[in-house]
């Protein structure tokens, strides 16, 4: 009687809380119940229902959260609810990205009253030491000059950069850019007029990654070091960890404007993640990169150029709308986690840069699945990692990183535990400068990396 009734009241929940759903679901008020035979995981049955399990999943454990041991096993015997089945996916995520997308093609105007005005302020110097020792140099790159060139009969964009030995997918943006009143439409030149060329981004020692890891990205089966060049502890021997770097491809993030030159949360991301992905190889781990770059390893400059490029596991290209983005990324977390069910450590980790934070202190959001105790524990070990840190670098900054539960798809989906952190605005000219210099990305790499050691140990 008592479950009879716990029951009744989750599915009044999902009436009076998804509100928007009623007219989803199906007019059957009762619950399917299914017997868990031996073998039989979450995504096995709802499979064998016939449910899509990214749309699914989730009510699911819902449904039958007591029934469900850790790592999302079933009991063997034990009879589960099967969801009501209802026509349309969610769109609660929708709303939180369109929120995101409006308020960052906002906000990029704003940047520049703010920016100036931030520089005026007495802790701006304090600002720029966020996470390293050393000062920074800021302005190394900043006066360089535009060589010009001019267009001849037949010159385009692609081919000016090429001919002048630029990779036209890194450099097209920053062209059209400093370029700005002079491309026609379709990216066309005019004949005999003068263009500058982008400053050129110059690999630098760490940059050794660019090409040479491309062809060893496919075979998973086969592990090997793809991120890292040499072992250098075994803290996470055993440890999968699948790292998600928010947006990429046709959708950029967020972006702002650096000294002329526009940024996008993607790369700096990116950047970050490739920097987790290098140390959890040398602690022993293994790690995917679920967004890649074919041509991005990591890179020290400051300024990140833009590129489309991305792609996600194994070798998909990335869609333009964003649902397809969300359930494409998470499905290729669930597969790599289906195939290595061997190993007992499983999280995922998916890496933003922009936050709605809009104080000063320095907020760094973790979020994990409602239901997910792993999840959450695992938030809370790489934020209290962040906590020591910044005992010992920052005492007095004003530290607020906080760890809450939110329904967004990724986490909700994935069948490992996972977090999405939000390390900062990338829009904020103030978080700019923890993400601009290559030292600070380091630093947020190390320790998340540090937070992830913590989490294992404690699950070993
Ligand atoms: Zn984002």
Same mark, same amino acid.
């Given at each position: 009687?008592?479950?009879?009734?716990? =029951?009744?009241? #989750?599915?009044?929940?999902? %009436?009076?809380?998804?509100? @928007?759903? &009623?007219?989803?679901?199906? /007019?059957?008020?009762?619950?399917?119940?299914?017997?868990?035979?031996?073998?039989?995981?979450?995504?096995?049955?709802?499979?064998?229902?016939?449910?899509?399990?990214?749309?699914?999943?989730?009510?699911?454990?819902?449904?039958?959260?007591?029934?469900?041991?850790?790592?999302?096993?079933? #009991?063997?015997?034990?009879? !589960?609810? @099967?969801?009501?089945?209802?026509?349309?996916?969610? &769109?609660?995520?929708?709303?939180?990205?369109?929120? @995101?997308i409006k308020s960052q093609f906002k906000s990029v105007s704003?940047?520049?009253? &703010? +920016?100036?005005?931030?520089?005026?302020?007495?802790?701006?110097?304090?600002?720029? @030491?966020?996470?390293?020792?050393?000062?920074?140099?800021?302005? +190394?790159? +900043?006066?360089?000059?535009?060589?010009?060139?001019? +267009? /001849?009969?037949?010159?385009?964009?692609?081919?000016?950069?090429?001919?002048?030995?630029?990779?036209?997918?890194? !450099?097209?943006?920053? %062209?059209?850019e400093i370029n700005n009143e002079k491309?026609?439409?379709?990216?066309?030149?005019?004949?005999?007029?003068?263009?500058?060329?982008?400053?050129?981004?110059?690999?630098?020692?760490?940059?050794?990654?660019?090409?040479?890891? =491309?062809?060893?990205?496919?075979?998973?089966?086969?592990?090997?070091?793809?991120?890292?060049?040499?072992? =250098?502890?075994?803290?996470?021997?055993?440890?999968?960890?699948?790292?998600?770097?928010?947006?990429?491809?046709?959708?950029?993030?967020a972006i702002a404007k650096v000294d002329g030159h526009t940024i996008s949360e993607d790369e700096y991301a990116y950047d970050i993640c490739m920097r987790i992905a290098r140390n959890i190889e040398e602690h022993g781990g293994k790690v995917v990169m679920i967004i890649k770059d074919p041509n991005n390893g990591i890179r020290d400059c400051r300024i990140l150029p833009m590129d489309t490029d991305e792609y996600c596991y194994p070798n998909l290209t990335i869609p333009l709308n964003h649902m397809q983005r969300l359930v494409q990324r998470t499905n290729a977390v669930n597969d790599l986690y289906n195939k290595n069910k061997h190993l007992k450590y499983h999280r995922a980790l998916e890496v933003h840069l922009d936050s709605r934070s809009t104080g000063t202190n320095l907020d760094v959001f973790f979020y994990h699945h409602t239901y997910s105790i792993a999840g959450r524990k695992f938030a809370m070990n790489i934020r209290n990692t962040f906590d020591e840190k910044y005992a010992i670098h920052q005492p007095n900054r004003g530290y607020s990183g906080t760890v809450s539960d939110r329904n967004l798809y990724v986490i909700r989906r994935t069948i490992p535990p996972a977090v999405l952190v939000e390390l900062g605005n990338i829009q904020n000219p103030r978080d700019q400068r923890r993400f601009l210099d290559y030292k600070n990305r380091q630093a947020l790499a190390n320790w998340i990396t540090e937070g992830i050691i913590k989490d294992y140990k404690m699950n070993q």
């Open positions: 009687m008592y479950k009879f009734l716990t =029951i009744f009241i #989750i599915f009044l929940s999902y %009436f009076s809380v998804n509100t @928007l759903l &009623t007219e989803c679901y199906s /007019q059957e008020n009762e619950f399917k119940t299914v017997v868990a035979e031996q073998g039989d995981g979450i995504y096995k049955i709802l499979r064998k229902n016939g449910y899509d399990l990214s749309t699914y999943f989730d009510s699911f454990i819902k449904l039958n959260k007591d029934k469900i041991i850790n790592e999302n096993e079933l #009991i063997v015997g034990e009879s !589960y609810y @099967l969801p009501p089945k209802y026509n349309t996916v969610r &769109t609660d995520e929708e709303f939180y990205i369109d929120s @995101l704003d940047n520049k009253e &703010t +920016a100036d005005s931030v520089v005026l302020k007495e802790d701006f110097v304090e600002s720029e @030491l966020l996470y390293t020792d050393t000062i920074i140099t800021e302005d +190394a790159q +900043a006066e360089s000059e535009f060589k010009v060139v001019i +267009a /001849q009969q037949g010159d385009g964009i692609f081919k000016i950069l090429r001919e002048n030995g630029y990779e036209p997918s890194i !450099y097209l943006s920053n %062209f059209i491309t026609l439409n379709n990216n066309e030149l005019i004949v005999g007029e003068s263009y500058y060329l982008p400053e050129k981004h110059i690999p630098e020692k760490s940059d050794k990654h660019y090409d040479d890891y =491309i062809h060893r990205e496919t075979d998973i089966t086969k592990w090997e070091l793809r991120y890292a060049d040499t072992i =250098i502890s075994n803290k996470l021997e055993g440890a999968m960890i699948y790292l998600i770097s928010g947006h990429g491809g046709p959708d950029p993030g």
